[in-house]
């Protein structure tokens, strides 16, 4: 049962409504050799869907939190974000593959160390479609949580290969944002990792509990 969205949620939304348009427009005003309408397509896809998957992982230490504030069951506002967040970071490797017209982008390169990380993005995508395998098959599979957790590598990996060939990363704005976003996640990362070591489950619920309602 959904509840009306409150003061606090307003305010947060509000905040992240901005952030986004704050990036977009700082991206779009810089100079930049992706400024055709494909490499815009390429940069902006990349940006928010880190940004999609970063909030969709910040939500999940507090699911109550997140009911009490946004008025909207956990799960409903965690895939939301989760959703657009995947559709993005896949639509920006499809589009630098049509514009570098090679199929390569999504291998990961193992030809020295530093091409291995330059093309983490491949490994992030990887990544990304075991998470979301483990999340579809969760009613079959008795750890899938330990896929889902991949996420925090997808991340992991992205904010890699953005930081070494990301154009956009050479702004110091968005290099700040993205590096404190990422800082963020790995706080989140903690606190579910202290949750279930005291005997709590991921997500802020305990096993067979409902992550959608208050506990």
């Not at 959703?83 to 593959?97: D, K, Q, R, Y």
Request: charged share 10%.
């Amino acid at each position: 049962m959904d509840m009306p969205v409150t003061r606090k949620g307003i305010v947060l939304a509000s905040l992240i409504v901005l952030l986004f348009a704050g990036v977009g427009v700082v991206a779009l005003s810089s100079q930049n050799y992706y400024a055709t309408p494909l490499g815009i397509l390429i940069r902006i896809c990349g940006l928010y869907g880190f940004m999609m998957i970063s909030f969709a992982l910040m939500l999940t230490p507090s699911p109550a939190g997140v009911f009490h504030t946004f008025g909207a069951p956990f799960l409903r506002v965690h895939h939301l974000f989760a959703a657009f967040g995947i559709v993005l970071i896949t639509v920006h490797p499809i589009s630098f593959a049509v514009l570098a017209m090679t199929p390569m982008v999504f291998v990961p390169t193992f030809q020295s160390w530093i091409d291995f990380w330059i093309s983490a993005g491949s490994v992030a995508l990887i990544l990304l479609y075991i998470a979301l395998i483990g999340v579809l098959l969760r009613k079959r599979l008795l750890r899938w949580r330990y896929l889902h957790a991949m996420m925090y590598l997808v991340l992991f990996f992205a904010v890699v290969h953005a930081s070494l060939i990301g154009t956009d990363f050479l702004n110091l704005f968005i290099r700040g944002i993205y590096t404190t976003l990422f800082a963020v996640v790995i706080l989140v990362f903690a606190l579910n990792l202290r949750k279930k070591v005291r005997g709590k489950w991921p997500f802020g619920a305990a096993e067979g509990g409902n992550p959608d309602m208050p506990s």
